[in-house]
């Protein structure tokens, strides 16, 4: 199994992106147009974010919403999962609270991630043999969200059974992922065996989410993937990935909508009925 790297300003870059999806669920973009810079910044600053008191970040906890705002260490457990993931994250959409010292980078990157993201919707609306709506689908939807994650640098060996993100599917249409401070991403073939996805500095990751797979009837693959432990425990390591979802009235299937789909997995992580 080998995720393509597939340069953005290639002719066929709709081609590669469509079979690369297909094959493996996964795709990495170089030469996408979103600027180096303007990526480590927003690393930079969500790294201070989470480097700062437990009391300040725990300013952003969303008692009202589950699927938003900041989420402690250890709060979140991949369906199946038996520990934790060693982390803490941020979610945060427009007309969101977000802290003020993040705010301006991060409307910055999310609205060019978002971008991207519709070519990408596009390139799949262009390439598949049926009259998708994918872009129309999910173009200005308000259900997309950023998440910022930050890894901590930890002795893992007192952390048993416990990864930084353990095995698990994305729960929308599509996920950008700008490459993190640190390689550590894998995804899982049909046969079971672990591969690392290419960890190139100045790249994008796109991967299929479950939405997509329902809604594709199958033809795009939600694969299944996971963040591992470095054997280097004095290093952190920073992601921030764009969740592009649908409408909440986009039906992924018979009797499926997407806002349904989405209660029905955010209750299933968070515990709730």
């Known amino acids: 199994m080998k995720v393509k790297l597939v340069n953005f300003r290639d002719p066929d870059m709709g081609d590669q992106i469509s079979q690369s999806l297909n094959e493996t669920g996964f795709v990495v973009l170089t030469h996408h147009g ?7 910044d927003a690393q930079t ?4 974010f989470f480097l700062k008191d437990q009391g300040y970040k725990n300013f952003f906890i969303n008692e009202d919403n589950d ?19 060693i982390k803490e994250f941020f979610h945060w959409k427009f007309g969101e ?12 990157l999310f609205s060019q991630l978002e971008d991207l993201g519709m070519m990408v919707l596009h390139a ?6 049926f009259m998708t709506k994918y872009l129309s ?9 950023l998440r910022s994650l930050y890894y901590p640098a930890a002795d893992f060996s007192q952390e048993e059974g416990a990864v930084r993100a353990a095995a698990h599917e ?46 594709s009837n199958g033809k795009y693959r939600s694969t299944t993937h996971r963040v591992v432990n470095p ?42 009925k």
């Not at 600053?45 to 201070?48: E, L």
Request: glycine share 6%; net charge negative.
């Open 34 to 40: 979103i600027d180096l810079n303007l990526i480590k």
């Open 45 to 48: 600053v969500w790294r201070q």
């Open 67 to 85: 699927n938003m705002g900041y989420k402690g260490f250890k709060s979140e457990t991949a369906l199946g999962a038996q520990k934790a993931d």
């Open 97 to 108: 609270e977000i802290p003020d010292e993040v705010q301006d980078i991060t409307i910055k």
């Open 124 to 129: 799949l609306d262009q390439k598949n043999e």
């Open 137 to 145: 689908n999910c173009l200005s939807s308000d259900n997309t969200i």
């Open 170 to 215: 994305d729960i929308n249409f599509i996920t950008l992922l700008v490459a993190a401070s640190a390689p550590g991403l894998q995804v899982l073939d049909k046969a079971g065996n672990w591969h690392d996805v290419p960890h190139e500095t100045d790249s994008i990751v796109v991967n299929i989410g479950d939405m997509l797979q329902l809604a």
């Open 231 to 272: 054997e280097d425990t004095s290093s952190d390591r920073i992601s921030i990935p764009l969740f592009i979802h649908p409408h909440s009235n986009v039906l992924l299937a018979d009797g499926i909508t997407a806002q349904q789909f989405l209660d029905e997995r955010i209750a299933a992580i968070y515990g709730k």
